[in-house]
């Protein structure tokens, strides 16, 4: 199993403030996801990224993946409320059906 | 959209009992997949299947069993059910191709088990 660190593992902030989640591993992985997990439901999936130095945005959310593929980090600005859950990284080997998740950052943006 | 439907949102359950989960996605995903999820933990994978009668064992499938007797269903047992089975389970799906590893997981809302 290949091992994914989170950080922080919680992280309260003001609306309109920014915050950087972080996504690590001493492995490579071929392909890593995002996912938001609110409560009462099950996570889905925010972005995939692949290619090493990657970079992708879904609005106020900006993804990177790590030139070495070993890393990612997940930088939301001006939060909103509506952006409180957590989130999961989860990263794949190649030819793998499994992914290995982080234990996730909850994200609590107050109002 | 893919909807995959957990049956049950919450259970309790006696030590010893014997416990099953039902799992259905209605998007013909081959792959099929059973996760538990613990506080500080993250998501778990006890077992998978990628095709009907086949199953492969996760990162901790002591305790469980599966069963995927047609594609779209996914089943997941506790023999004798344990304290340390308390969880939330979630099941998933997804498809399966060329660049498997790229396809993204679907999730039910998972069940909350109590074993007391």
């Known amino acids: 199993t290949q091992l994914l660190e989170q950080s922080p593992q919680f992280l309260s902030i003001q609306e309109g403030e920014n915050l950087t989640v972080y996504c690590n591993s001493s492995s490579v992985f071929s392909s890593l996801q995002w996912y938001r997990q609110e409560p009462g439901e099950g996570p889905v999936l925010l972005v995939t990224?692949?290619?090493?130095?990657e970079v992708k945005k879904l609005k106020r959310l900006t993804f990177q993946f790590g030139d070495a593929r070993k890393d990612s980090s997940l930088h939301i600005t001006a939060a909103q409320p509506g952006d409180t859950g957590l989130y999961l990284c989860a990263g794949a080997g190649s030819n793998d059906y499994k992914l290995s998740f982080g234990a996730g950052t909850t994200v609590t943006v107050r109002a | 959209d893919v909807k995959v439907t957990q049956s049950s949102r919450y259970l309790v359950k006696r030590t010893g009992e014997k416990v099953f989960l039902e799992c259905v996605q209605d998007m013909d995903h081959e792959n099929m997949f059973w996760y538990r999820q613990d506080p500080g933990l993250g998501l778990r994978l006890i077992y998978f299947s990628y095709d009907v009668k086949m199953k492969e064992k996760g990162d901790i499938p002591e305790g469980y069993s599966v069963s995927r007797e047609k594609k779209e269903r996914f089943s997941l047992i506790l023999e004798s059910a344990s304290t340390n089975q308390t969880s939330m389970y979630l099941c998933?799906?997804?498809?399966?191709?060329?660049?498997?590893?790229?396809?993204?997981?679907?999730f039910g809302n998972g069940t909350r088990l109590t074993v007391t």
């Open positions: 998933a799906s997804s498809l399966l191709g060329s660049s498997s590893y790229n396809s993204p997981l679907h």
């Open positions: 990224v692949v290619t090493g130095g």
